[in-house]
């Protein structure tokens, strides 16, 4: 790979850095593995920090109008402390953990549309510059999967997975940004409803499953939003038959009353779905510079974006300012 030049704060002729993933895509709460090298420039330093910013690109609301905004997910620092000589070659293996609510970004291959990236940053005399930018590839966990895998099975379509900015109040979510999946309901359902999103909030002890219903607007009623929340473990996903299991919420969710007969190992509750963030009532809808268009294997079907630096084109000037 090419190594890039560090322009900014750095200076021409300061070192460059170029920062390669294992191949795969990583998996929430997982481990991601890789290694940062160096080349030194012009003249010795000594590297203070190397960090990895787990970075999304999102759409936040504003009053008026729509605009883009980088978040930081997760902020690692992986190495410092040395120096590194003119023009001399340095690696800085590496292996982190990755948040659970990390979002989804494909599904067999496919790209579901949020486009998240991995920043390499150098701290070098007190000067940080960003120095390399890679697109991080994210698959679901089995219980994630398998619930995706239901829906298709049942009859439901993807549409488009975007990141909004805020909290789901009531939910263990801890990320400044969370995930919904659209789903188109199959004509037997198109009646009561437009659509379902589906937010995963995923955690060590299991997974909270939120899903919210567009009801359809009837001759003597208004349409209106009912939002469900329910819980699945991780270790029951291997002997669960999801169908099953995804149908009897999404009755509850349809009918608006709680479903009978749900397996002991799964809780729910339901209730107003409240979100919270900068603003009043500020809702981000996800960047995704691609919406899906299709159905593969049952569920998804995307345009995948090319360059993940054109989705962050501009993202400096906003990052430090969203960290917080």
Known sequence: MVFKKLLGALGVGGPSVDTVLQPGPALPGGLLSGEVRLRG??????????????????????QEEEDEATVVLERFTVGGGFRLAEEADHTVPFTVTLPWETPITELHGQHLG????????????????????????????????AILEAFGQLGYAFRSADLELGHIRGTGQQLPCYQEIEILPPAGHAHAVNEIEVTFIAAPGGLEVVIEADKRAGLFTEGHDTVHRFTASHHAAPQTDWNAQVDAWLKEVIAGHESHGAPPSYGDEHGDRHRSGPGAGAVVAGVAAGVAVGVVGGMVAAEVVDEIGDAFEGEEDEEGEDEG
Do not use: H, M, N, W
């Open 41 to 62: 420039g012009g003249s010795d330093v000594t590297v203070d920090r190397i960090s990895l910013l787990l970075v999304a690109r999102v759409e936040r609301e504003g």
């Open 114 to 145: 949020p486009v998240l990236g991995l920043r390499t940053e150098l701290e070098i005399a007190g000067a940080r510059d960003k120095g390399d930018l890679d697109a991080l590839a994210v698959g679901p966990l089995p219980a994630q999967e």
